[in-house]
C-alpha cells in the first residue's frame, strides 16, 4: 500500500531509512503526504508489517533468545519503587476518508506535530516491548514441550531433590555435576547426595575400559537451591560404576527421591538436572533400544537428550517420580546406569565397605536388538530367542582360553536366564556379594558359570569362567587378536 511504503521509507521502526544520528535525537520524519490512506486506524497494515519485518528483525534476535539469568542477575532489580506505565500500542492519528465508490478507509491527519508524536511513541513502545519479552514471565513453551499444570508442580516438587556439585584440586575448578539427595539422617543433621564419580576425576579417557585417576581429596561443594554452598564429604565411589556418595552436613531439611530398580526399554522417563547457575534442565524421554559403543561400558542405557556435561549425576525418573536412573554426558546419546545397579552397589557397601565385581573381560551387545526376524530364525532353529551377543574380547582372559568368540551369545549365567547386559551387571554383583559374606579378600578368584551358544559350530556349552574380583575399574586389554 502506497501510504505503509511511504511511512517505512522515513521510519526505522517500519524498515526504512535510518538516520546516522542517534534514533533518540533525530526522531524518524513523519510521511511527506500525510493524506495518504492507511489501512487501519488502531493497527498497522499488514503490508507495513511485512516491510517492517527486516527492521525489525534486529531487535528480534535479542527478545527471542532469551536465556535464564543467574542468581545474582536474577534478584537484583530497579532502584526505583515506582511502577512502570502501562504496555499499550500507541494509536495512530487517523481520520475516516469515503472513497467515491462509498468504501471508506483512513488517512494520517494532517496535523504533522501529531503524526510525528505518534511515531516517536511507536519508538517507545518497540523499545518498552523488547525490555517486556526479556522479562523471566515472557513466553510460552513450545508445542512439543507442553505439559499439565499437575506435571509441573510435581517436577518441581522432584527438583527440589536436585541439585549442583563444584570441585576443586589446588584452589581450582575441576569438574561440575548434578546430585540427587536420597537420604537424609535427621539425628545426624545430614543428608545424603548420589552423583558420579566424574566430580573427582581428575583424567577422563574417552574409551570407558580405559585407566581413569581420581582425586578423592579433591574438596567438593553442594550448590543449595537457596544459594548457599556448603562443603560435603566422600563416603564412598565406584571406579567401574562411576557412582559417588557424599555427606551433606546441616541439611535434613533436604527432599529425597527414591530409587526404583525397574526400568524397560521404550519406557517414558524424564530427565532433571542443573547447568552450573542451578537453572533447571527438564526434558521428557524414552528409553532407547540400543547397546553402547564400543568404548563404553557395558552396563549403560540411553535416553536421546541432549544435557550439557554438568548435566552428569542428574536423575532419571518414571512418570511417578521415582528415580530409575542416573545420568552421564555421553555422546551420540545421552547414558545412565540404572537404579537396580545403583541399589545393589549401595548395598553392598553399607555391608562390607566395598565392592567386589567379577570381570569377565566381555563387550556385549543385545540379541533381541538385532530384529525380530532373526531373532526368531534363531529361536526355531537353535532354541536361543534372547541372550547377550559377544562383542570383543579381552586379550588372554579366560574366556578366550576356553573358546568363547566375537558373535557367540550368552544365554545364562549361574544359571539364571540372561536378556539384558543389566541383568548379567546383577547376577555379578550378586556373585560379588556371596564371596564378601564368606571373605573381604578381593585378591581371590571365583568361578562365574554361563551358557553360551558358539555361533561358528551352532552349538550350546556350559562354561565355567575363573574370574578376579575387583572393586575397581574392569580394563580391556586388546594387544592381542582375540
Not at 475516516?96 to 513502545?125: M, Q
Not at 512439543?144 to 589446588?170: F, G, H, M, N, P
Request: proline content about 5%.
Amino acid at each position: 500500500m502506497e501510504a505503509g511504503s511511504r511511512e517505512s521509507e522515513s521510519n526505522p521502526t517500519r524498515g526504512g531509512a535510518v538516520s546516522e544520528d542517534d534514533p533518540a535525537k533525530s526522531p524518524p520524519r513523519p510521511p511527506s503526504d500525510p493524506g495518504k490512506p492507511l489501512a487501519s486506524p488502531a493497527r498497522r497494515s499488514k503490508e507495513e508489517t511485512s516491510e517492517s519485518d527486516s527492521g525489525r528483525r534486529k531487535r528480534k534476535r535479542v527478545t527471542d533468545s532469551r536465556v535464564l539469568p543467574t542468581r545474582d542477575s536474577a534478584s537484583s532489580g530497579s532502584d526505583s519503587s515506582a511502577y512502570s506505565s502501562p504496555l499499550r500500542e500507541p494509536k495512530a492519528p487517523v481520520v475516516p476518508l469515503t472513497d467515491e465508490d462509498g468504501s471508506v478507509s483512513y488517512v494520517f491527519t494532517s496535523d504533522k506535530a501529531a503524526v510525528h508524536k505518534y511515531y516517536n511513541d511507536v519508538e517507545k513502545y518497540d523499545a518498552k516491548m523488547a525490555r517486556h519479552e526479556r522479562l523471566l514471565t515472557s513466553g510460552r513453551c513450545s508445542i512439543t514441550e507442553r505439559y499439565t499444570l499437575k506435571d509441573t508442580e510435581a517436577v518441581i516438587t522432584y527438583a527440589k531433590s536436585v541439585l549442583t556439585l563444584s570441585s576443586y584440586q589446588d584452589g581450582k575448578v575441576m569438574n561440575q555435576c548434578t546430585g540427587i539427595v536420597v537420604e537424609v539422617d535427621a539425628v545426624k543433621n545430614s543428608a545424603v547426595i548420589l552423583t558420579s564419580a566424574w566430580i573427582i576425576c581428575c583424567k577422563k579417557p574417552l574409551d570407558d575400559w580405559k585407566n581413569k585417576e581420581y582425586d578423592p581429596e579433591a574438596k567438593v561443594n553442594v550448590h543449595m537451591l537457596d544459594g548457599s554452598v556448603v562443603e560435603c564429604r566422600l563416603m564412598y565411589f565406584s571406579k567401574h560404576y562411576e557412582i559417588a556418595y557424599f555427606e551433606i552436613p546441616q541439611a535434613s531439611q533436604l527432599q529425597i527421591l527414591s530409587l526404583e530398580s525397574n526400568v524397560e526399554f521404550d519406557q517414558d522417563v524424564f530427565l532433571l538436572a542443573r547447568d552450573t547457575d542451578l537453572n533447571l534442565i527438564y526434558k521428557r524421554d524414552k528409553v532407547q533400544l540400543v547397546d553402547p559403543c564400543e568404548h563404553q561400558h557395558n552396563h549403560y542405557q540411553f535416553v536421546h537428550g541432549p544435557i550439557p556435561e554438568c548435566g552428569t549425576g542428574g536423575a532419571l525418573l518414571d512418570l511417578s517420580g521415582k528415580v530409575v536412573g542416573m545420568l552421564f554426558y555421553k555422546l551420540p546419546l545421552v547414558a545412565f546406569i540404572p537404579s537396580s545397579l545403583i541399589l545393589k552397589c549401595s548395598i553392598m557397601w553399607q555391608r562390607f565397605g566395598q565392592l567386589a565385581r567379577p570381570q569377565l573381560g566381555l563387550k556385549l551387545g543385545t540379541l533381541g536388538f538385532l530384529g525380530i526376524p532373526r531373532v526368531d530364525f534363531m529361536s526355531r532353529n537353535f532354541n536361543i530367542s534372547s541372550g547377550l551377543i559377544v562383542g570383543e574380547i579381552s586379550a588372554k582372559c579366560d574366556a578366550e582360553k576356553l573358546g568363547i568368540r566375537a558373535g557367540d551369545v550368552i544365554f545364562s549365567c549361574q544359571k539364571n536366564r540372561v536378556s539384558s547386559i543389566v541383568q548379567l551387571e546383577n547376577v555379578l554383583l550378586g556373585v560379588g556379594e556371596k564371596h564378601l559374606e564368606k571373605s573381604n579378600d578381593l585378591s581371590s578368584e571365583v568361578d562365574v558359570e554361563i551358557g553360551v551358544f558358539h555361533v561358528r559350530k551352532r552349538t550350546q556349552s556350559v562354561v565355567t569362567l575363573r574370574v578376579e574380583l575387583s572393586d575397581h575399574l574392569e580394563v580391556f586389554h586388546s594387544d592381542d587378536a582375540c
